[in-house]
């Protein structure tokens, strides 16, 4: 992932991002710090294709980002990057296993399939016993694990985690935070975008932003 001189205005002359340069390497796990309104949540939404540049370059797995369609951007979001939320976004009355498996809907799999591959990422984030649960019949800690799940089930390239721990205990926020070590260790890229310097420090590179740009970007 590779953002150069990127910024972001919105209207009424507010400047999320001013001149941007970040490259997040493959396999790196990787915190973006920074205070309320610093632009951290911003930058997860360029980084993750979610909204484009007023300016500059942003090229993910090779791709540039100014060069693709809406339609096109949806396909480069299903293909390589998964998003990790801190509020979740289950579906209330479904089970894990199907809220997993809506994570691939648009991928081109039958049912089946999709069921299979969400029965594995849960087995996989240590939940293969809740498969049939629904979220309300889970914890914070279990929930967000599910929401995990649901993100890699179309194994990514990139896992972008947005205050992951945000609203979970300490336990079961170490217990998440576990997990994203775990899977950066098995070669996944990981972003955890927060402003919470225990979480930042886990990550062996950290990344400071404050209003709009980047402050420091190196290995610790």
Same mark, same amino acid.
């Given at each position: 992932?590779?953002?150069?001189?990127?910024a972001k205005?919105?209207?009424?002359?507010v400047?999320?991002?001013? =001149?941007?340069?970040?490259v997040?390497?493959?396999?790196e796990?990787?915190?973006?710090? =920074?205070?309320s309104?610093?632009?951290?949540?911003?930058?997860?939404h360029?980084i993750?294709?979610? #909204? &484009?540049?007023s300016?500059g !370059?942003?090229?993910i797995?090779g791709?540039?980002?100014?060069?693709?369609?809406?339609r096109?951007?949806s396909?480069?979001?299903?293909r390589?990057?998964?998003?990790?939320?801190?509020?979740?976004?289950l579906?209330?009355?479904?089970?894990?296993?199907d809220?997993?498996? #809506?994570?691939i809907l648009y991928?081109?799999?039958?049912l &089946?399939?999709?069921r299979e591959r969400?029965?594995?990422?849960?087995?996989?984030?240590?939940?293969?016993?809740r498969?049939?649960?629904?979220?309300?019949?889970?914890?914070?800690?279990?929930?967000?694990r599910?929401a995990?799940?649901?993100?890699?089930v179309g194994?990514?390239?990139l896992?972008?985690?947005?205050?992951?721990?945000?609203?979970? #205990?300490?336990? !079961?926020?170490?217990?998440?935070?576990?997990?994203l /070590? /775990?899977?950066?260790?098995?070669?996944t890229?990981?972003a955890?975008?927060?402003? #919470?310097?225990d979480?930042?420090? &886990?990550?062996?590179?950290r990344?400071?932003?404050?209003?709009?740009?980047?402050?420091?970007?190196?290995? &610790?």
């Amino acid at each position: 992932m590779e953002l150069t001189g990127v910024a972001k205005r919105y209207p009424g002359g507010v400047e999320a991002l001013r =001149g941007v340069d970040l490259v997040i390497g493959r396999g790196e796990m990787t915190a973006i710090v =920074g205070p309320s309104g610093s632009g951290k949540s911003t930058l997860l939404h360029m980084i993750g294709t979610l #909204d &484009r540049p007023s300016e500059g !370059s942003v090229r993910i797995a090779g791709y540039e980002v100014a060069e693709l369609s809406d339609r096109e951007l949806s396909a480069l979001r299903a293909r390589h990057v998964g998003f990790v939320f801190q509020q979740f976004h289950l579906a209330v009355g479904v089970s894990a296993l199907d809220n997993v498996a #809506d994570g691939i809907l648009y991928g081109g799999a039958g049912l &089946r399939e999709r069921r299979e591959r969400a029965r594995a990422a849960l087995e996989r984030v240590g939940l293969g016993h809740r498969t049939g649960h629904r979220p309300n019949q889970m914890s914070g800690g279990e929930q967000q694990r599910v929401a995990v799940a649901r993100a890699v089930v179309g194994e990514p390239d990139l896992l972008l985690a947005d205050e992951p721990t945000g609203n979970l #205990d300490t336990a !079961s926020g170490a217990e998440v935070l576990e997990l994203l /070590d /775990d899977l950066h260790g098995t070669g996944t890229t990981v972003a955890i975008i927060t402003h #919470d310097l225990d979480v930042a420090g &886990r990550a062996p590179r950290r990344v400071r932003v404050r209003d709009g740009l980047i402050e420091g970007a190196g290995i &610790r």
